[in-house]
């Protein structure tokens, strides 16, 4: 990164725009909305797009990416801009997806106006190709903005956790990451599922490198340096993974936290948000092992992996080599994705790597 002022500048400038996207979004969420239950799968349906690899992608998706593009071209203005995000226009572009395209027009503009900073209204096209700024093929040189601008979209719909996240690349290395977690508990999950605990809901998590890591509320309440947990015995461990098993192979996970000697269940939460709680020490470890075949995305890993690491936390593949996020879109990663505290990394590299040679032994299943 260049001179000591830019810091706070991305740093204030990565809040403002989270936050404000944060509002956006919040609007469309599920647990948010209080009404009659079947108005609301109404307009929800109306609202959702399945995408080619079969995900979803909601108005909510798109509008984040909008108003995040919109807002960072604004104020970036040293240098040229580049992002790396999660959507792009070419559905939209579609005969059928008019209605849809509409309807983030709108919501985008009236998000623009009720929040005042900038005088503009943007047309159908401008809101594609806002969409569209997220293009880059990222890489090894120069900086690049990477974007999920929903990040558990199957969590957004189901009322469960997400996350809008931001992250920094500078020459291949991720230099700045926020994380913005609307719904998760802003002191800790362990309160998740409690209900007397009086717990604000929202979090947002921010580092920068070489400065550690942060969580504020959503409404602004001063940051609060962080850190990860300080457990050096698994048995005292959790661990965190994706709720959805068509996202990470539950039987391995299992089978790793077995052989380490964890005795808690898995926490199964969905987006980054995992990454957000492990840096603030609400569990020991994050697992994530795809099924076969699956290509990871830097926009999936670049915020929360900074935030880990600036919280003095450790995130590799399962091989402990370190995520290598200027390989462009992607991430080439061995297997999968772990992270933990430096004290548990090496009796966890030791039980992954048994876990997956037991499991490329074992007979397939018929
Ligand atoms: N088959 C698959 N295996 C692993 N990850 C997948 C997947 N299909 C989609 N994903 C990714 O998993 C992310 C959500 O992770 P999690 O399970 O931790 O909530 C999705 O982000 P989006 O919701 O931004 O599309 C998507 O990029
Ligand atoms: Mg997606
Ligand atoms: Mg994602
Ligand atoms: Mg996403």
Same mark, same amino acid.
């Given at each position: 990164?260049?001179?000591?002022?830019?810091?706070?500048?991305?740093?204030?400038?990565?809040?403002?725009?989270?936050?404000?996207?944060?509002?956006?979004?919040?609007?469309?969420?599920?647990?948010?909305? /209080?009404? $009659?239950?079947? $108005?609301?799968?109404?307009?929800?349906?109306?609202?959702?797009?399945?995408?080619?690899?079969?995900?979803?992608?909601?108005?909510?998706?798109?509008?984040?990416?909008?108003?995040?593009?919109?807002?960072?071209?604004?104020?970036?203005?040293?240098?040229?801009?580049?992002?790396?995000?999660? =959507?792009?226009?070419?559905?939209? &572009?579609?005969?059928?997806?008019?209605?849809?395209?509409?309807?983030?027009?709108?919501?985008?503009? =009236?998000?623009?106006?009720?929040?005042?900073?900038?005088? /503009?209204?943007?047309?159908? =096209?401008?809101?594609?190709?806002?969409?569209?700024?997220?293009?880059?093929?990222?890489?090894?040189?120069? &900086?690049?903005?990477?974007?999920?601008?929903?990040?558990?979209?199957?969590?957004?719909?189901?009322?469960?956790?997400?996350?809008? @996240?931001?992250?920094?690349?500078?020459?291949?290395?991720?230099?700045?990451?926020?994380?913005?977690?609307?719904?998760?508990?802003?002191?800790?999950?362990?309160?998740?599922?409690?209900?007397?605990?009086?717990?604000?809901?929202?979090?947002?998590?921010?580092?920068? /490198?070489?400065?550690?890591?942060?969580?504020?509320?959503?409404?602004?309440?001063?940051?609060?340096?962080?850190?990860?947990?300080? /457990?050096?015995?698994?048995?005292?461990?959790?661990?965190?993974?994706?709720?959805?098993?068509?996202?990470?192979?539950?039987?391995?996970?299992?089978?790793?936290?077995?052989?380490?000697? $964890?005795?808690?269940?898995?926490? &199964?939460?969905?987006?980054?948000?995992?990454?957000?709680?492990?840096?603030?020490? +609400?569990?020991?470890?994050?697992?994530?092992?795809?099924?076969?075949?699956?290509?990871?995305?830097?926009? +999936?890993? @670049?915020?929360?992996?900074?935030?880990?690491?600036?919280?003095?936390?450790?995130?590799?593949?399962?091989?402990?080599?370190?995520?290598?996020?200027?390989?462009? &879109?992607?991430? +080439?990663?061995?297997?999968?994705?772990?992270?933990?505290?430096?004290?548990?990394?090496?009796?966890?590299?030791?039980?992954?790597?048994?876990?997956?040679?037991?499991?490329?032994?074992?007979?397939?299943?018929?």
């Amino acid at each position: 990164m260049g001179s000591m002022h830019e810091r706070p500048f991305y740093s204030i400038c990565i809040a403002n725009y989270t936050f404000k996207t944060i509002s956006y979004i919040n609007s469309y969420n599920t647990s948010s909305v /209080i009404s $009659v239950r079947t $108005v609301q799968q109404e307009i929800l349906q109306s609202d959702i797009q399945s995408k080619a690899d079969k995900s979803p992608v909601t108005v909510a998706d798109y509008g984040s990416q909008v108003l995040v593009s919109l807002v960072l071209n604004m104020e970036v203005t040293s240098g040229s801009f580049s992002m790396v995000a999660e =959507e792009d226009s070419e559905d939209l &572009r579609k005969d059928s997806a008019e209605e849809i395209l509409e309807h983030i027009t709108d919501l985008v503009n =009236e998000t623009l106006a009720e929040d005042g900073s900038y005088n /503009i209204t943007l047309s159908k =096209e401008g809101i594609l190709s806002a969409i569209d700024t997220g293009k880059s093929e990222g890489g090894p040189s120069g &900086r690049h903005w990477v974007l999920d601008p929903i990040d558990g979209t199957k969590g957004f719909l189901r009322g469960g956790q997400y996350a809008i @996240a931001l992250a920094l690349l500078d020459e291949g290395k991720v230099v700045l990451g926020v994380l913005g977690c609307p719904n998760l508990p802003l002191t800790s999950i362990s309160n998740l599922n409690g209900s007397s605990s009086g717990d604000q809901t929202g979090a947002l998590f921010s580092a920068t /490198i070489g400065c550690g890591a942060e969580v504020e509320s959503l409404e602004g309440s001063p940051p609060q340096k962080i850190s990860v947990c300080t /457990i050096d015995n698994p048995v005292n461990a959790s661990f965190f993974e994706s709720y959805e098993g068509a996202h990470t192979m539950h039987d391995l996970t299992g089978s790793i936290a077995e052989k380490l000697g $964890v005795q808690a269940p898995p926490v &199964r939460i969905d987006s980054q948000a995992k990454y957000g709680a492990l840096a603030r020490g +609400d569990g020991a470890i994050y697992l994530r092992f795809p099924h076969k075949g699956y290509k990871e995305k830097v926009w +999936d890993h @670049a915020a929360g992996a900074i935030v880990v690491t600036e919280a003095g936390g450790v995130v590799t593949d399962a091989s402990g080599n370190d995520l290598d996020f200027s390989k462009g &879109r992607f991430l +080439d990663v061995d297997t999968g994705i772990i992270a933990t505290n430096k004290q548990l990394m090496p009796s966890l590299l030791k039980s992954v790597q048994e876990a997956i040679k037991e499991k490329s032994q074992a007979p397939s299943p018929l």
